[in-house]
């Protein structure tokens, strides 16, 4: 499984921006995804996870209310919207996934089988 992040770039606090994951395989509707961010100096983080059936979803609390996450499995792709940035989310983000059950979901990156190439958000103050 090959997957693809897209969609970051330069905002100023309190924009938006809408982050891409595509996956090159049809069975991608069977795995979780899950969004991690690392910033320059700190360990990679847990952002969000999205179920592969879609009906389970997680936040971290530092995201919580802001971010929202949500997959399209027809496209084989899923999306991290981002709102009311700060520029504590500036970081390299990451999608990963790991196949599943239908509510399956995971916080801890060790789990993830496979990881995109990273996409830089940077939020300006």
């Known amino acids: 499984v090959q997957l693809q992040a897209s969609g970051g770039g330069l905002v100023q606090a309190g924009g938006s921006l809408r982050l891409s994951c595509e996956a090159s395989v049809r069975t991608f509707r069977s795995y979780a995804v899950g969004w991690f961010r690392q910033a320059p100096g700190k360990e990679r983080e847990f952002v969000a996870v999205?179920?592969?059936?879609?009906?389970?979803?997680y936040y971290a609390d530092s995201v919580k209310g802001r971010f929202t996450i949500s997959r399209d499995n027809a496209k084989n792709t899923v999306y991290l919207q981002m709102n009311s940035l700060k520029p504590e989310d500036t970081a390299v983000y990451y999608c990963?996934?790991?196949?599943?059950?239908?509510?399956?979901?995971?916080?801890?990156?060790?789990?993830?089988?496979?990881w995109g190439q990273g996409t830089l958000v940077t939020v300006s103050s």
């Open positions: 990963a996934a790991v196949p599943g059950s239908p509510a399956y979901i995971s916080t801890m990156p060790r789990v993830y089988d496979y």
């Open positions: 999205i179920s592969w059936s879609g009906g389970t979803t």
